[in-house]
């Protein structure tokens, strides 16, 4: 699967049904999942275990796998009777009034544009990552409204400003209560204000927040995004420790909650620090060289897979085409070798592209728009019948 290629949600889905026998949890038991792999905290690390992960799988990728995967399974618990696909559309229609165009029906279905739109928030490679840590940390709030878009609710939108504004006032009241802040404690409370979408810029009361009696899982989410957010520097204070310890009790959560939620994000990024661009201090200039790197060491292990895969097929080709000079070949053979040879005559002008300058990066765009052109092996979102 190709979660960057059209047809990825189709082919995740196919894949979710076809492990009939997984029975999706409710949100709260897929919360610590959604935690572990970093989804809540705007680095995604892995993919959940509802589907294999893979090494050629960005930050990104992955992010749009397990925000679908969440979507997909508060639609399985709901048990609501409309098409997941077509309810989630409407949802997105409702709290972004996303309006499809020509060009949107080109580059794919209007869910999965929107899907890239709500993650890939920033078109400059050189601050991307810094933003995309932020706002995607903050996608949860998707899951969450969602759940109450099938369960009814007729302002969602009412909802997510005020869930945000709850967000905003505690994650800010969690970054102020260090005592000395340091340019990079201020560079990111201005890129957490820039990455609010809903709520306007007047944040509510503390006590506002705590009156209103959030619920559990809400409760869990507020308490781990100011964990994040104390914990991106890799330093906890002794203030920021008791304003968490507050916050904890404030919701009504247990001391033993308030450690875990501490514990599991000095977990997460002490694992993963080396991976996760906000940790680190490098310049733009270092940032934009690894960003490109990276994406060409992905496109290139991705194509030399396909490739592989084209010629391993081909050998079954010569096969059967050996065989042909002895035996009649029946009807299913028959069809396997004529689309064997024509996918050969595809990967004629592909293996050209890839070899080209910079054709890692120009056979991607060759799958997406005109997909009909290349071999099989190329298309990781194609489902046999």
Known sequence: MNPSGTGWITKLLRLLKVNSEHEFESLEELYPKLRSVGFLYGSNMATLDSVEDSSDYTNEERCKINLLIALYA?????????????????????????????????????????????????NNILTKNFSFFVTNALLFMDVMAYRK?????????????????????????ALNSKSLKTSYDTSLIKLLESSFRFSNDVSYNYKTVIDATPSELESFYFLDLACMSTWSDLK????????????????????????????????????????????????????????????????????SKRLFKELKESKE????????????????????????????????????IFLLPGGAILLPLFVKFIPKLLPSAFDDNRIND
């Open 149 to 173: 878009y099938l369960e009814g609710e007729k302002h969602t939108i009412h909802y997510l400003k005020q869930f945000e504004n709850s967000i905003r006032t505690l994650v800010l009241s």
């Open 74 to 122: 508060v639609h399985t618990q709901t048990k609501s009777p409309k098409p997941f696909e077509k309810s989630l559309l409407n949802f997105y229609k409702e709290i972004t009034g996303y309006k499809s165009s020509f060009i949107s029906t080109i580059l794919g279905t209007n869910l999965e544009t929107i899907l890239h739109k709500r993650i890939h928030i920033d």
């Open 317 to 352: 080709l010569v096969k059967l085409l050996s065989q042909s000079a002895h035996r009649e070949l029946n009807d299913a053979e028959q069809k396997q070798m004529q689309d064997q040879l024509l996918d050969v005559l595809k990967s004629i002008p592909s293996l050209a």
């Open 236 to 303: 906890l204070e002794g203030s920021e420790q008791d304003f968490l310890n507050k916050l904890g009790y404030d919701l009504k959560m247990s001391k033993a909650t308030v450690k875990e939620s501490i514990s599991s994000v000095q977990l997460f990024y002490t694992t993963h620090k080396n991976k996760m661009a906000l940790l680190n201090s490098k310049n733009s200039v270092q940032s934009f060289y690894d960003n490109t790197s990276l994406m060409v060491r992905k496109l290139i292990s991705r194509n």
